[in-house]
């Protein structure tokens, strides 16, 4: 049956006109980029796929555009990360919708590199056209080969004949910034790799040509002035936002992000046989207004719906109870807080790290024994990546001042920190609290610029953090990895646990990228210890055995057993769906349903009964039982000291 016919409101907003024409357009190109979340959101224009696919079918199947050219549809990067969807399924969800929108053509983003270019050649053979970047090579691949095998350019042929010649260029900028690529790579200018390539386009028979980029408008912008219009127009992405100008003859467009935007281009061919194009470029906000397409709908619930049994699997395991409670992680130092916080400054070779303690929402204390994905992913949920500034010894003492100056209110500005100690006197008054403070060791130098990782949240002068606003923002620290290049906490954390697999890592889990997390996981273990399992260590087995009855269901070695009783996410031997999966989703369901009733109760009692609660002890030699990782033990360093005024 066929589907009905949905209708799309005429809302459209005319960006560039080049005035009245009489018959119908010689192309017809349709534009997106920079695309995360699967959802729409809940201010306008609210996007999502969904919604976003009524509009490529009305472009598509319209009356109004019966008997022109088919749509061409062009992608500008950035698909398969950052999401938690994507931090469940390694961007693998993203490609039936990058397939559905009927993608001719897409430009290779940072993102999309995300989880290592092994990764990246799996997810692109899945798709149903090319990838393409001209200007970054990678020797090891041959000579003049681009990273990842993506092509360098592209010709198609629109249904009525006329060849539009493609040209991938990417930006040295936003290379610098990922971790996991191989080493030795070659990057050329992307105006000289355009000069070098577009006339061998032309040659080819190309009458129009357009570079799909993924770059930032001012270099986008460059590209224009330095070829002087013998690129027809520039397609881009790696911004976040809508605009459009014209340079030299050149058109440079970005068409917004995430599924809340897209460019639908009309293109003519100039009369005077110049061999130049007009484009009429209209801007579509895909807000409520527009029905949901319902076949997206459908796809989209399948594509998530193993996305809970996923995240009721094991992705790691912890020797030490790891207390994330909030009066623990918004008062003092917390053992969770400062593993994550090594982990944020190792990954990006930074002097220091400082993390707003609202950052960890877990509010309980995860006791020994496997670390599931949804831990991961409910306490750390936030999907403001990790970035890097540079700042002055100043704007971080500032920094340190504002998140201790609601102390001893449980507030999220508290700082949890990398490479960074100090006393604080909580009776001074606020923005005088500070007694000392180090960083590496020395005091604080006021003067000195300092490599900073923190949160783009709080790089945004969130949470009183106003010494950390970078210059874009209007502040005065210098971005290094700004938030469209960092990566989620939740996904630094999963790639960090992969890394101290002895079993089961990712099948397509890179030479390169484990490198270089065998690189921090190193670095890390100086503060906090890795456990190998022991020899006698039981095999995880992926039968649900029998629970045990009454308390005896509920002993720590017990829950421990309960909850690693099926081979951890990401083994290659996993299966998805069956019966087992659906047994063992509702185990741990049950297990934390009736962990938290305990809890509150718990909770309740002591604080009637004035007991105080305190964290558990590490496992013992002999009492680490799985043979698939290692085991973290995250620690207290006296890192954070209270002289005065805490709570007693």
């Known amino acids: 049956m066929p589907d009905k016919k949905t209708e799309v409101p005429p809302n459209e907003s005319i960006t560039f006109s080049s005035g009245d024409h009489d018959g119908p357009p010689d192309l017809r190109i349709l534009h997106y ?32 555009y019966k008997g022109q050219p088919e749509l061409v549809t062009l992608f500008s990067g950035d698909a398969f990360n950052p999401s938690l969807e994507s931090s469940v399924t390694k961007g693998d969800h993203m490609v039936p919708l990058l397939n559905n929108i009927g993608t001719n053509a897409a430009a290779l983003g940072n993102h999309d590199l995300d989880f290592g270019v092994s990764q990246f050649k799996h997810l692109s053979s899945k798709c149903r056209f090319p990838w393409l970047i001209a200007n970054v090579l990678d020797p090891a691949l041959g000579d003049s080969v681009p990273i990842g095998n993506c092509k360098k350019t592209h010709m198609i042929t629109s249904s ?76 881009g992405g790696h911004d976040h936002y809508y605009n459009h100008s014209f340079i030299k003859g050149t058109h440079v467009l970005r068409s917004g992000t995430d599924f809340k935007q897209m460019s639908y281009i009309e293109a003519r061919r100039r009369a005077d046989n110049s061999g130049r194009w007009d484009f009429d470029i209209v801007r579509r906000d895909v807000t409520s207004a527009i029905p949901e397409h319902q076949p997206t709908v459908a796809l989209v619930e399948k594509l998530t719906a193993s996305l809970k049994a996923t995240l009721q699997k094991p992705v790691g395991y912890t020797a030490a109870p790891l207390d994330a409670r909030f009066r623990t992680v918004r008062l003092k130092e917390s053992n969770i807080a400062n593993w994550v916080c090594d982990i944020m400054r190792h990954y990006y070779s930074g002097d220091c790290t400082i993390m707003a303690s609202g950052t960890v929402r877990g509010d309980q204390v995860y006791p020994p024994g496997p670390i599931l994905l949804k831990d991961i992913m409910n306490c750390f949920p936030f999907e403001d990546p990790v970035v890097v500034i540079n700042v002055t010894g100043k704007a971080i003492w500032d920094a340190l001042e504002n998140g201790l100056s609601q102390y001893p209110a449980l507030e999220g500005r508290f700082p949890q920190v990398s490479n960074i100690t100090f006393k604080f006197d909580g009776r001074k008054p606020a923005g005088s ?18 490599r900073l990782v923190t949160r783009g949240y709080m790089a945004r002068g969130k ?17 290094i990895v700004s938030e469209e290049n960092g990566i989620l906490i939740s996904m630094m954390l999963r790639q960090y646990f992969m890394s101290l697999r002895v079993m089961g890592q990712w099948k397509y889990w890179g030479k390169n990228i484990g490198r270089y997390w065998d690189r921090v996981t190193r670095k890390v273990s100086i503060s906090h210890t890795h456990h190998t399992p022991a020899a006698t260590a039981t095999p995880v087995s992926p039968t649900l055995k029998k629970s045990a009855s009454g308390w005896d269901n509920w002993t720590p070695e017990k829950i421990r057993e309960r909850k690693t009783c099926q081979l951890p996410v990401d083994t290659e031997s996993d299966s998805e769906g069956d019966s087992a999966d659906r047994q063992y989703v509702g185990e741990i369901e049950t297990i934390d349903k009736e962990m938290q009733i305990m809890r509150r109760v718990f909770a309740k009692w002591a604080r009637i009964a004035k007991v105080e609660s305190r964290v558990g002890e590490e496992l013992r030699e002999g009492e680490f039982e799985v043979d698939w990782t290692r085991a973290i033990a995250p620690r207290l360093e006296g890192r954070i000291t209270c002289v005065g005024g805490q709570e007693e």
Do not use: C
């Open 160 to 235: 009525n004949g006329i060849k539009i010649g493609l040209i991938g260029l990417g930006e040295r900028e936003w290379l610098a910034t990922i971790n996991s690529l191989p080493p030795n790579l070659i990057y050329k200018s992307a105006t000289e790799t355009a000069k070098e390539l577009v006339p061998q386009l032309r040659a080819e028979g190309a009458d129009i040509v357009i570079a799909v980029t993924h770059m930032r408008e001012p270099n986008d912008n460059k590209l224009a002035e330095q070829t002087d219009g013998f690129i027809d127009i520039i397609l």
């Open 33 to 64: 980029n920079d695309v995360y979340h699967v959802d729409q959101s809940s201010s306008e224009p609210v996007g999502g796929a969904a919604r976003f696919m009524s509009l490529i079918k009305h472009y598509e199947e319209d009356e109004k």
């Open 463 to 479: 949470d009183g953090y106003d010494s950390l606003l970078i210059e874009e923002e209007g502040g005065e620290a210098e971005e």
């Open 433 to 450: 609290r500070i007694v000392s403070a180090t960083i590496g060791g020395e005091p604080i130098d006021m003067a000195r610029k300092y």
